[in-house]
């Protein structure tokens, strides 16, 4: 079982930052594939940024130059840096552990964190 617990949120003007973080508790976390995921009202969840095992990562064309996930192995913890935030970046941001091994898919998410964006 792996427990995630995000931080970081909150509310930031238009063309600020914030860096979400969010922590994994349980053995194996570099063995994890490592997502960002959001949701607005009214939306569905979308996936944000992705990063893998070897470090590579990928993002969502609405994020890419502005957004950037990084990973702690050692401290098992995934990072969200958010720069030049928008308005329409307003959403629940929710981290996303996921693998598969020889017994089967692993798949879990933590609670969410708010992130606002608005003068």
């Known amino acids: 079982q792996v427990q995630l617990v995000e931080s970081g949120g909150g509310l930031v003007q238009p063309g600020g930052s914030l860096r979400l973080s969010c922590a994994a508790s349980?053995?194996?976390?570099?063995?994890?594939?490592m997502d960002w995921y959001r949701q607005a009202p009214g939306k569905q969840r979308e996936l944000v940024a992705t990063?893998?095992?070897?470090?590579?990562?990928n993002y969502a064309d609405s994020v890419k130059g502005r957004f950037t996930i990084s990973r702690d192995n050692a401290k098992n913890t995934v990072y969200l840096q958010m720069n030049s935030l928008k308005p329409e970046d307003t959403a629940v941001y929710y981290c996303?552990?996921?693998?598969?091994?020889?017994?089967?898919?692993?798949?879990?998410w933590g609670q969410g964190t708010q992130v606002t964006v608005s003068s």
């Open positions: 990063i893998i095992r070897s470090g590579s990562t």
């Open positions: 996303h552990a996921r693998r598969t091994t020889s017994y089967g898919n692993d798949d879990y």
């Open positions: 349980g053995s194996s976390f570099s063995t994890y594939v």
